[in-house]
Each structure stands twice: as C-alpha cells, then as structure tokens.
C-alpha cells in the first residue's frame, strides 16, 4: 500500500469536513450531506480501483 492513498483519502475528508461545517451553518444541510455523500461516493472509487489492481496482481501472481 501506497502512502500517498492514505494521504488523498485524509485529504477529501478533511476537505468535505470543512465544507460541510460551512454549509451547516450557513442553513443549508441538504447541500452538506450531498458533499458528504459526494465525498463519500469518491473514496469508494479509490478503494475499488485499488482493490481491483489488488485482485489483478494477485491473479497474476498465482498464475501459472
């Protein structure tokens, strides 16, 4: 595993942290749980391309 993963992963949510706090106290907390969800929706995307590329070095690694 890639340090640099850890550290885009701290950095969205941190980034969506500070986006919702501002958005929740502005009044609008339908826009802040889509940019929590959206921010949510994002790191997904990371894991599962990193999981897949998992999948694949294993699949080449057992292959005969």
Known sequence: MD???IFKI???GI??????QLLVRSGR???ALMTTLAGLVV?????VREIS????????LFQF
Request: charged share 20%; no cysteine.
């Open 43 to 47: 790191v997904l995307m990371i894991l």
């Open 29 to 31: 907390e339908e826009q």
């Open 10 to 12: 701290a950095a969205i």
């Open 53 to 60: 590329d998992l999948f694949q070095l294993i699949k080449t």
């Open 3 to 5: 340090i640099d993963l």
């Open 15 to 20: 980034i969506v942290a500070v986006l919702n």
